[in-house]
């Protein structure tokens, strides 16, 4: 009987569906395993090749986990909302619901063909309004939560209003914004709802303030630093400036230190850590005031603050340098430099912040006129802009020394900026002094002689005497703009009162997204919402109400902006363990059961957007004490990619010559990507379908050698501008999606990147036929010895590789094991039953037909996992080389136990033995225990 896997394939999906194989309990007495791959966002191209490569990792550790004995959860849903179904609306007129419908059935027709092992019955979709009912909930939880340093977490906000009541706020140590005032309780209790409104929002730990953010006018939305590449949007490649807009803010710079102490306690990839400490930034420095110099002889109100790593070389300061977009800039410019700061602060704003951290060569600045007062020499130091400070890192302005940082060095020398010979001939490097507690950092009298942790300590004891600094620790990190200016992402739960914002209540959740006429922003520069006619609040009916009903009394309206692609997967995974819940996110005995993800896979470059983010709101939920851990994922793993192997043809310059690869040499010829799919397995191109694929070459002469167009190859990314994607429909079609699994693995290891090469699948192809053929005959009998050795040996190392991760190495386990249980003509059940248990993971759809076949009737998942035992390993007989004067004639099998003596004695009367001597009596008789037998004749 041959190997039919479209039929079993399709069979037993089928199977796996209707009977719900792989659906998870919340409450079983099998310990739980949580298995999570990073869901997918619904793309119109469908999956290629590249993309299952950590779901298939995923799969397999998780239907290992059920042959183990747990009660596995191991969902899949989609990203569902996102800029791209919105562009395409925007260009068809088609509302993304339907696009994304669409893509989802696509997904899930992919998903299921590859023989996964999900539990659907958890679906999620970020789009869906009973999924973002919760997002909206969460967001309404941050808005009504502040951070207390002192307990170090989250808390209510009604805890901040009471201690507002009774003392003011001169005792509150909170994450909050820098500009908020001090008060009393008195104040306090004396302030308008309004003004105790805008207070409030300085504390909550999501909060509206005007940001600095990477606006693209074509898409008419904000972007994040990771939407951006070479300073223009990473969809349309359209230009990016820097604008200041109002803005919805996530606070979490209050969890930065506490981001950074999670990373110690969980299994991530070191590199993955490293980006995310990096992104986070800490600095440990001080906190340094310059006042502003009106004139030449007063001081204006105005300061300046800066950060600095190296306050004992405050001494060598002499110039300061503001981001363009700090907020002194327009107040201190000096009428005679307004028109040049103007001007170089216009052109700022066209280049995005990525790219000016990025740009260490450029030197560019411009001068205010204005300076401030040095706090110890009182001398005065010139403040300039540049393009090279962001307002976005740290304060938005820096002290210049140009003795002890080669970018002010460059930009003094540029300008013609004076530079104080204070620390001439002194190594004032980090390298100079990370190491040593007695390095000379100055040849200043104030300094001179200290050592830099000395000189630190001095110096900032100092500016806190003359109330001009502070010892402080600084994180690169910002707080997450959370706003975006787009119509298919979570609407906010948000309606404004007199300008201030109103959260509505859960009951009256989810509000969804309205109808729109135009996907684009208004005439008026409104995001896309502003195109609703319904989209008001109703604080009586609490329903959405036509705009015109808009009172201010009773009518109010609703907030404009959506929330960012990562609002809906910064809890998907916890809303997985209780989805259909109406009434919570989840339950507490679901949040209670699960804990946490146990396996997380998926792609490195979210380190710095969804799994910070993730990070971010977890930690929050813990405080807040609605999940018992504070970090979601105790390991992750990163996939490689899979790699295209792309297909060249080599047009010839200025002629309209094709010429096959092996005839280029030394002829001017331009490589031309070709559809892989018009390419065969022997890189031979279908040349007719290659010109109906292009008509421009329908008239073009290709020169074949023997016969035949042979194309280039090279591995490069996979990706349709390449025309080397390969499509998993086409793989199953013709070789099955267990050989596709199989594959997938077989190319390498999980977490390199591999090229794909689809002439290298028939390998595995061919091994499960040769799987098959195996179970043709199948006995009840004892399996022999060597049946068992090939059994266990294998059962141990699958075991090992999975544990590891080392799917590769399990592969080619299973093709030794197959061919010698083949060689053995092995045929018991004994042998075969536990075989295909080992394999069900990689290959389910065929290990379910063998299990079938060998009479069970339940499915192979909930088969235990084989037991290894060593007793089948241990060698009992050694098949020794007997050799006749050091030449080897023939061998013999004896128990490894037997000693010398008697190994000595069976060889000698052994009739080949007898043979070989011919009657004469050997000379010597060599014998090393377990190896060889020597006669000497």
């Not at 999670?262 to 990096?278: A, F, Y």
């Not at 899979?642 to 094709?658: C, M, Q």
Request: with cysteine; hydrophobic share 35%; proline share 5%.
């Amino acid at each position: 009987m041959n190997y039919d896997f479209r039929e079993i394939e399709a069979k037993w999906q089928k199977y796996w569906a209707e009977n719900e194989t792989f659906k998870a309990s919340n409450d079983s007495d099998k310990p739980k395993f949580y298995a999570l791959s990073m869901f997918p966002y619904p793309s119109g191209a469908g999956l290629h090749v590249g993309h299952p490569l950590g779901y298939i990792a995923t799969d397999i550790y998780s239907r290992y986990k059920r042959h183990k004995g747990f009660n596995v959860l191991h969902p899949m849903g989609y990203d569902s909302f996102g800029l791209p179904a919105e562009q395409y609306a925007i260009q068809t007129g088609q509302h993304p619901a339907i696009t994304t419908e669409n893509n989802i059935n696509r997904y899930r027709e992919q998903l299921d063909q590859l023989g996964f092992s999900f539990d659907w019955s958890r679906e999620v979709r970020t789009s869906n309004p009973q999924y973002y009912k919760w997002t909206q909930w969460i967001f309404i939880q941050l808005f009504n939560a502040w951070y207390n340093k002192k307990s170090d977490k989250a808390e209510n906000i009604s805890s901040l209003i009471s201690i507002f009541e009774k003392e003011g706020n001169a005792n509150i140590e909170a994450a909050c914004d820098d500009d908020t005032p001090s008060f009393d309780a008195a104040t306090w209790n004396a302030y308008s709802e309004k003004e105790k409104q805008e207070i409030l929002l300085k504390y909550r730990l999501t909060y509206l303030a005007d940001t600095e953010v990477n606006w693209c006018p074509a898409l008419g939305t904000v972007l994040a630093n990771d939407e951006i590449v070479n300073g223009v949007s990473e969809r349309g490649g359209h230009p990016v400036v820097r604008k200041k807009m109002t803005q919805w803010s996530m606070r979490i710079t209050a969890y930065a230190q506490r981001l950074l102490d999670g990373l110690n306690k969980i299994d991530w990839p070191q590199p993955l850590k490293d980006s995310q400490t990096n992104w986070i930034g800490r600095s440990v420095g001080a906190s340094v005031t310059f006042d502003v110099i009106s004139n030449e002889s007063e001081k204006s109100q105005d300061t300046i603050e800066v950060f600095t790593t190296r306050p004992d070389t405050i001494f060598g300061v002499s110039f300061m340098t503001l981001a363009p977009e700090h907020e002194l800039v327009a107040k201190i410019t000096t009428p005679e430099q307004k028109t040049e700061v103007d001007a170089y602060v216009e052109a700022t704003a066209k280049r995005s912040e990525r790219d000016r951290m990025a740009d260490v060569k450029t030197i560019s600045g411009v001068f205010t006129g204005a300076y401030a007062e040095h706090p110890f020499t009182k001398e005065p130091i010139p403040i300039w802009i540049g393009d090279y400070v962001l307002a976005s890192y740290g304060t938005g302005a820096v002290m210049a020394v140009p003795c002890g940082d080669q970018r002010d060095y460059d930009f003094a020398k540029h300008y013609n900026i004076d530079i104080p010979n204070i620390f001439e001939g002194v190594d004032i490097s980090e390298e100079a002094f990370a190491d040593k507690e007695t390095t000379v950092i100055t040849n200043s009298d104030f300094l001179n002689g200290l050592s830099y942790k000395d000189a630190m300590k001095k110096i900032i004891a100092e500016l806190e005497k003359m109330g001009h600094g502070e010892g402080k620790v600084n994180y690169r990190l910002r707080d997450a703009v959370f706003s975006r200016q787009r119509y298919w992402g979570e609407p906010f739960p948000v309606y404004y009162v007199d300008g201030m914002p109103q959260m509505i209540d859960l009951e009256h959740l989810p509000l969804q997204l309205p109808e729109v006429e135009k996907y684009l922003p208004t005439e008026t520069g409104e995001p896309p919402l502003g195109n609703a006619t319904e989209w008001a609040w109703d604080v009586k009916q609490c329903t959405v109400v036509n705009n015109q009903l808009i009172d201010h009394k009773t009518v109010f309206p609703l907030e404009l902006n959506t929330m960012p692609g990562w609002a809906g997967s910064s809890q998907y995974f916890n809303r997985y363990m209780d989805p259909r819940n109406d009434d919570a996110i989840f339950s507490p005995e679901a949040i209670n059961y699960w804990q946490d993800v146990d396996l997380y896979i998926g792609g490195s470059e979210h380190a710095t957007g969804h799994l910070l983010y993730s990070r971010f709101w977890q930690k929050f939920m813990f405080d807040m004490g609605y999940v018992p851990k504070d970090e979601f994922a105790q390991k992750l793993i990163n996939q490689g990619m899979i790699t295209g192997t792309s297909a060249f043809v080599y047009r010839e310059l200025d002629s309209n010559k094709v010429y096959s690869k092996g005839l280029i040499e030394g002829r001017n010829v331009v490589p031309i990507h070709a559809d892989v799919s018009l390419v065969n397995a022997s890189d031979e191109l279908d040349v007719e379908a290659f010109k109906q694929w292009q008509p421009e070459y329908k008239d073009a002469e290709f020169i074949l050698e023997d016969g035949k167009y042979i194309v280039g190859r090279e591995v490069e990314k996979m990706s349709k501008s390449k025309y080397n994607v390969v499509n998993p429909d086409a793989i199953c079609e013709e070789y099955g999606a267990d050989s596709l699994r199989l594959y997938e693995m077989f190319l390498g290891p999980l977490e390199q990147s591999k090229p794909w090469n689809t002439a290298g699948i028939t390998g595995v192809h061919s091994f499960l036929k040769k799987l098959w053929k195996l179970y043709l005959t199948i006995e009840d009998k004892e399996p022999t010895a060597d049946n068992l050795k090939t059994l266990h040996k294998t059962i141990k190392k699958v075991e090992e590789d999975i544990e590891n991760f080392s799917f590769n190495t399990s592969v080619s386990t299973f093709m030794i094991c197959v061919n010698e249980l083949t060689s053995q003509k092995c045929t018991s059940k004994a042998v075969l039953e536990p075989l295909a248990i080992l394999v069900s993971p990689y290959a389910p759809h065929i290990a379910e037909e063998l299990w079938s076949r060998l009479g069970n009737t339940a499915s192979i998942a909930e088969a235990p996992f084989p037991k290894f035992e060593e007793k089948y390993l241990v060698e009992s007989s050694k098949e020794y080389p007997i050799s006749f004067n050091g030449k080897m004639r023939f061998k013999l099998e004896l128990p490894l136990d037997m000693s010398k003596e008697d190994i000595e004695a069976a060889v000698l009367s052994h009739e080949k033995t007898k043979e070989q001597l011919q009657g004469r009596d050997p000379k010597k008789v060599i014998v090393v225990p377990g190896k060889i037998v020597n006669i000497v004749g």
